[in-house]
């Protein structure tokens, strides 16, 4: 299957400070990056959905302005969390999925990166 | 929006069991993805579905499209230890490009 890697895998941080977590897509192109959040014992909850060169698209209730992220080449996303507080804590998920060489729809996961904030 | 039960929500086997578990959604799939989910990592694609009634397998898993759109099942057969792991569904619609996840289903095998 297709590789996604994610970095940092792990990040404490001071509150108040902006984390930079990093997705490529190492051995496909993604035409669509997605980010997500995961709470322990919950489900993946979708943040964003990016293409590459288009702004990103939020879902409700999440602030584009708190959780920017950039999708600047066809392997590359970012996710900032800007000004984190104890409450952003979470594991950040995202994943990529092309438009051409696998069926549409399939979405390959990064590793994850587990965020605490102090 | 849709929504998409998975059941169970865990299961405690001993080894060598077989193991099925599903998924229903209010909404038409038209695509059905089966991901494990070890702690600490991220989802790993197990089984992709794209067509309605497909069976698809991969080693000892085997998984379901519904004749319905709406449905879609997993099944391990002679489960080992590192089947251990949380088990989601997540479905497609017809339009769009976001998946919909199911709660997930905590497996645990004892040896």
């Known amino acids: 299957g297709a590789v996604v890697s994610q970095h940092p895998s792990r990040v404490i941080c001071k509150s108040g400070t902006s984390v930079k977590i990093e997705c490529r897509s190492l051995d496909f192109q993604a035409t669509t990056m997605f980010w997500y959040r995961q709470f322990p014992k919950q489900s993946l909850m979708l943040m964003a959905t990016?293409?590459?060169?288009?702004?990103?698209?939020?879902e409700q209730g999440v602030e584009k302005d708190k959780f920017l992220i950039n999708h600047a080449s066809l392997t590359l996303s970012t996710l900032t969390v800007t000004s984190a507080h104890p409450e952003d804590s979470s594991f950040y998920i995202c994943?990529?999925?092309?438009?051409?060489?696998?069926?549409?729809?399939?979405?390959?996961f990064g590793p994850g990166t587990r965020l605490t904030v102090l | 929006g849709q929504q998409l039960n998975q059941s169970p929500q865990s299961m405690f086997i001993q080894e060598g069991e077989d193991v099925s578990m599903n998924c229903t959604s209010s909404s038409i799939f038209n695509t059905w993805l089966w991901y494990k989910q070890d702690p600490g990592e991220g989802p790993v694609l197990l089984i992709a579905l794209y067509k309605a009634g497909e069976l698809t397998s991969n080693g000892r898993l085997t998984a379901q499209f519904g004749i319905t759109r709406k449905d879609s099942f997993l099944n391990i057969s002679a489960s080992i230890p590192s089947d251990v792991g949380i088990y989601f569904c997540a479905g497609r619609e017809t339009s769009g490009s976001r998946l919909t996840f199911g709660e997930g289903t905590q497996l645990t095998v004892n040896p």
């Open positions: 994943s990529g999925a092309s438009s051409g060489g696998f069926p549409q729809g399939t979405q390959y």
């Open positions: 990016s293409n590459e060169g288009s702004k990103a698209t939020y």
